[in-house]
């Protein structure tokens, strides 16, 4: 009997215990489906894509990633809008904007446009947004953080007022999405401008608005039916943003028809995804260089002679045909050619192993040791460091190769005594500021902070760099320009290796899709893509 | 038996505060810098202070832990830096997921070990014994992530047979929750249709836990009753004319058990930790693809919770396992 008791008594904790753990998980509050044992993939009119992590936020203040992006962005408009594949700019929710200097924006608002909750876009919304996204440190705030006013000049005029020059602005506009004010006041909590309820909630005048999630799984948008934008028969209903973090599993759920976009890099992957018939595979030059920087505070690389020696003994050629299957182009400097700034006049990188042995001749370095730090989980890093390794040792120099976490590479360039003789960057454009794209890199005021991670601080880089933001004539900015790309490559600030090519791939069945060179790649304006008959 | 629990549970929070404290001084170690995590790649130093300062990352290490051990009495493990949200909420939220994935994995595999273990050694060096041994040595030495890679595309992108992924079907919402388990909460609310479309999401992770984790749990099984079936009151039994089933089944299965059981606690933790890679290939949105994502992205708070919660969950697994002894062996007192 005792013994009975003991056992029941065993048994009825051990069953407390596990549904005392189970309990402990409960299902996420989420935004409810409108028919519920419906699978939406079902519907001929559902895209779907795949991403690799859950987006932390739909906020428009703050995004980190291409996936946080892709939502953001089309639940969101900006001011003006990116044209696709191209780095220029186009009217958006401003029918018109005016340039008077290069520290003053007006813009004349677009009428009859909504946002998701019914109330009209107005001149206030817009500095709503504006000073929402400056209230906050957050990913975005780099983009406005030299506005010194934001007006509303009249009901449908808005007037950007910056602190300092900066002809490029317009490009920063592009990225900054504009929120309903009355929506956002209506879920505010304890004045954090509605931060809490818009990371799974959206309300802009987007084509597209969040309409449902599952935590870690998938997320929905539903078309905005009163877009302003209008609406075609042909075009897509639904987007399904599917969370598969497997890159292999994309693959194979691409394959199968499942999902109709990636967005992983599938380089690696090409012959299987060209095989397939379902499958249109694009590629476009992109607006991205992978570098090393050179520490040009510590030796040896704070002598000229030793990095340009460097620069002539890479094998650009290798790099391209063994790390990118010929899916790249050899750089001519740092910018890349798609950028419409780019100074055509600049010769593309070349090995010369014979001139680089005389160039570390003349420098006196002698044979040394260097050593170039990697970001994790990038392998196209490594091969490329390991085919400059072999070239360094025939001109005397040992390569050593390290790889860490992305945010200890960060930490330890905060100084030149920290930071080891190289550094790998993949740096893509954000946006299509081509003066942005040198300042942050090569600019002296970025020296110690990301990107400036050579160190470099050159007065004559810098002076061109600011005339170049401070003028609104074009012709005025390419000659500025064409002077900073010049001092860039006589002065080796870093080893230019690649600029690879973007190569993406989408079920054939939607036509209209472009590759868009910003917004750190894979980016998709659903709106403009349609189903094909 | 209600000493033993109450010393086991004493013991449970010294060792919450230990691992707190661990985890806590060693995240604040690393060389990287969560105020930078959190302002983003881009943001000046100016910014970065700013955002450490918002987050309490400026101030002494020991006083951010008094303040952590403070919330955490309130079941408060603070917020995400990433996502802003409460830990407690995010990890619950995955929880119940990674719980599912390792129960459903332990209690098959280890109902699976048992018998072809037995099989294995009532049926000792014919075929089927080669077999099963075959088998066990092949789990062992088969990763289970690589595994799941394997049945995934012969399942799923060949056969077309099984889901790629996933709780569910997309858009398809879960039952309501009592225990956060939906292969559970559908059978408890007689919801059949969840609960198949549930179990099929189920098969692929879990049989890759399952093969991965098997073997030798069912060879250690076949060694320990084999060595019972050897000893004395075996012989006794079986001279007094009882038939062989409850020989085995009612006399040397269940003192073979015990050291199973034991091994079964150990590889629990295993599992737990294990699922990481399984969740990553299967999309399953649990804790070990979640503490993953929050070490790359230094969300300190977060990394600290997962580890306090899956050293819970061990502890309490293991607390289980030393209950079960009582099912199995009388002799057993927990004192």
Same mark, same amino acid.
């Given at each position: 009997m005792k013994k009975n008791f003991r056992r029941m008594l065993a048994v009825c904790i051990i069953l407390a215990m596990i549904f005392a753990l189970s309990a402990c998980g409960k299902s996420e509050d989420k935004k409810e489906e409108t028919d519920k044992n419906v699978s939406i993939s079902e519907e001929d009119k559902t895209f779907s894509v795949a991403l690799g992590v859950m987006p932390a936020d739909f906020d428009p203040t703050n995004l980190v990633g291409a996936g946080d992006m892709n939502a953001s962005r089309t639940c969101y408009e900006p001011l003006v809008e990116e044209i696709r594949g191209t780095t220029e700019l186009q009217p958006w929710l401003a029918e018109s904007y005016e340039v008077p200097n290069a520290k003053t924006y007006i813009f004349k608002l677009r009428e009859g446009v909504k946002f998701a909750d019914g109330t009209d876009l107005n001149a206030e919304a817009v500095v709503y947004s504006y000073e929402r996204t400056m209230a906050f440190v957050n990913p975005v705030s780099t983009l406005v953080q030299e506005i010194e006013s934001v007006e509303a000049t009249d009901d449908m005029?808005?007037?950007?007022?910056?602190?300092? *020059?900066?002809?490029?602005?317009?490009?920063?506009?592009?990225?900054?999405? @504009?929120?309903?004010?009355?929506?956002?006041?209506?879920?505010?909590? *304890?004045?954090?401008?509605?931060?809490?309820?818009?990371?799974?909630?959206?309300?802009?005048?987007?084509? #597209?608005?969040?309409?449902?999630?599952?935590?870690?799984?998938?997320?929905?948008?539903?078309?905005?039916?009163? #877009?302003?934008? =209008?609406?075609?028969?042909?075009?897509? *209903?639904?987007?399904?943003?599917?969370?598969?973090?497997?890159?292999?599993?994309?693959?194979?759920?691409?394959?199968?028809?499942? !999902?109709?976009?990636?967005?992983?890099?599938?380089?690696e992957n090409l012959d299987i995804l060209e095989a397939n018939e379902k499958i249109d595979v694009l590629t476009e030059q992109s607006l991205q260089t992978n570098i090393f920087t050179f520490n040009t505070q510590k030796a040896p690389f704070d002598n000229l002679l030793v990095r340009q020696a460097v620069t002539l003994a890479m094998d650009y050629e290798g790099v391209k045909d063994n790390v990118y299957n010929g899916k790249a182009t050899v750089p001519s400097g740092f910018m890349p050619a798609k950028f419409t700034d780019h100074d055509n006049s600049i010769p593309q990188q070349e090995q010369n192993l014979e001139k680089a042995k005389e160039l570390m001749k003349q420098s006196g370095a002698g044979e040394c040791t260097v050593s170039v730090h990697l970001c994790e989980g990038s392998d196209d890093q490594v091969q490329m460091a390991q085919i400059l390794q072999a070239n360094l040792a025939e001109i005397g120099i040992t390569l050593e190769i390290k790889v860490m976490p992305w945010l200890s590479l960060v930490e330890e360039n905060a100084s030149p005594d920290t930071a080891p003789e190289m550094s790998a960057l993949n740096m893509g454009a954000f946006t299509g500021d081509s003066v942005f794209f040198l300042k942050q890199n090569f600019h002296s005021m970025y020296s110690g902070q990301p990107y400036n991670w050579?160190?470099?601080?050159?007065? *004559?880089?810098?002076?061109?760099?600011?005339?170049?933001?401070?003028?609104?004539?074009?012709?005025?900015?390419?000659?500025?320009?064409?002077?900073?790309?010049?001092?860039?490559?006589?002065?080796?600030?870093?080893?230019?290796?690649?600029?690879?090519?973007?190569?993406?791939?989408?079920?054939?069945?939607?036509?209209?899709?472009?590759?868009?060179?910003?917004? #750190?790649?894979?980016?998709?304006?659903?709106?403009? $893509?349609t189903i094909a008959e | 038996m209600a000493k033993f629990l109450a010393k086991r549970f004493l013991s449970l929070i010294f060792v919450v505060i230990g691992i707190t404290l661990i985890v806590f001084f060693a995240t604040h170690c690393l060389p990287a810098d969560p105020a930078r995590a959190a302002a983003g790649p881009s943001a000046s130093k100016e910014q970065v202070e700013e955002k450490r300062a918002e987050l309490g990352l400026d101030k002494p290490v020991y006083e951010q832990y008094i303040s952590y051990m403070k919330g955490l009495l309130h079941f408060d493990m603070g917020k995400s830096y990433k996502s802003k949200q409460p830990v407690t909420k995010e990890i619950s939220t995955r929880l119940a997921a990674t719980m599912e994935l390792t129960i459903s994995s332990l209690v098959i595999f280890f109902i699976l070990a048992l018998l072809l273990g037995s099989i294995a050694a009532l049926k000792r060096n014919k075929l089927v014994d080669h077999m099963i041994r075959f088998f066990s040595v092949a789990s062992m030495a088969v990763p289970p992530y690589w595994l799941a890679l394997i049945l995934q595309y012969v399942f799923y992108f060949k056969a077309s047979l099984m889901p790629a992924g996933y709780r569910l079907p997309v858009g398809v919402a879960g039952p309501d929750t009592i225990t956060g388990f939906y292969l559970l909460d559908s059978a408890l609310q007689g919801n059949w249709e969840l609960f198949f479309l549930s179990g099929k999401h189920l098969v692929l992770p879990v049989l890759s836990l399952v093969i991965g984790y098997c073997g030798i749990t069912t060879r250690m099984m076949r060694t320990q009753l084999l060595q019972e079936l050897r000893q004395d009151y075996i012989r006794t039994a079986r001279s007094k004319g009882l038939?062989?089933?409850?020989?085995?089944?009612?006399?040397?299965?269940?003192?073979?058990?015990?050291?199973?059981?034991?091994?079964?606690?150990?590889?629990?933790?295993?599992? @737990?930790? =294990?699922?990481?890679?399984?969740?990553?290939?299967?999309?399953?949105?649990?804790? =070990?693809? #979640?503490?993953?994502?929050?070490?790359?992205?230094?969300?300190?708070? !977060?990394?600290?919770?997962?580890?306090?919660?899956?050293? @819970?969950?061990?502890? $309490?697994?293991?607390?289980?396992?030393?209950?079960?002894?009582?099912?199995?062996?009388?002799?057993?007192?927990?004192?």
């Open positions: 005029t808005v007037t950007i007022k910056l602190k300092s *020059d900066n002809s490029g602005f317009l490009y920063n506009v592009a990225k900054v999405g @504009i929120i309903s004010p009355t929506w956002c006041k209506e879920n505010e909590k *304890d004045g954090d401008w509605a931060q809490d309820y818009c990371t799974r909630n959206s309300c802009g005048t987007g084509a #597209y608005q969040i309409s449902g999630y599952e935590e870690d799984q998938y997320y929905t948008m539903e078309k905005f039916e009163d #877009y302003w934008g =209008g609406w075609k028969d042909n075009q897509i *209903d639904t987007i399904q943003t599917l969370i598969v973090k497997d890159n292999a599993t994309q693959i194979q759920m691409l394959n199968s028809g499942e !999902v109709d976009k990636l967005q992983i890099p599938i380089t050579s160190f470099y601080e050159n007065p *004559d880089f810098d002076e061109a760099i600011d005339k170049a933001a401070a003028t609104v004539d074009e012709a005025e900015k390419q000659e500025y320009l064409n002077t900073a790309q010049k001092i860039l490559v006589d002065n080796c600030a870093a080893l230019y290796i690649i600029s690879p090519d973007s190569v993406e791939a989408i079920n054939n069945k939607y036509q209209g899709f472009k590759i868009h060179p910003l917004d #750190y790649y894979y980016s998709i304006r659903f709106y403009q $893509l | 038939l062989e089933r409850p020989v085995i089944l009612r006399h040397a299965m269940k003192n073979a058990i015990s050291p199973i059981l034991t091994m079964l606690g150990m590889q629990a933790g295993g599992m @737990i930790g =294990g699922t990481v890679l399984i969740e990553k290939i299967f999309s399953w949105p649990g804790l =070990g693809s #979640y503490a993953l994502e929050s070490i790359l992205s230094m969300d300190l708070l !977060v990394i600290a919770g997962i580890t306090m919660v899956m050293a @819970i969950i061990f502890i $309490l697994i293991n607390l289980i396992v030393d209950i079960s002894y009582i099912l199995i062996d009388p002799r057993v007192r927990l004192s």
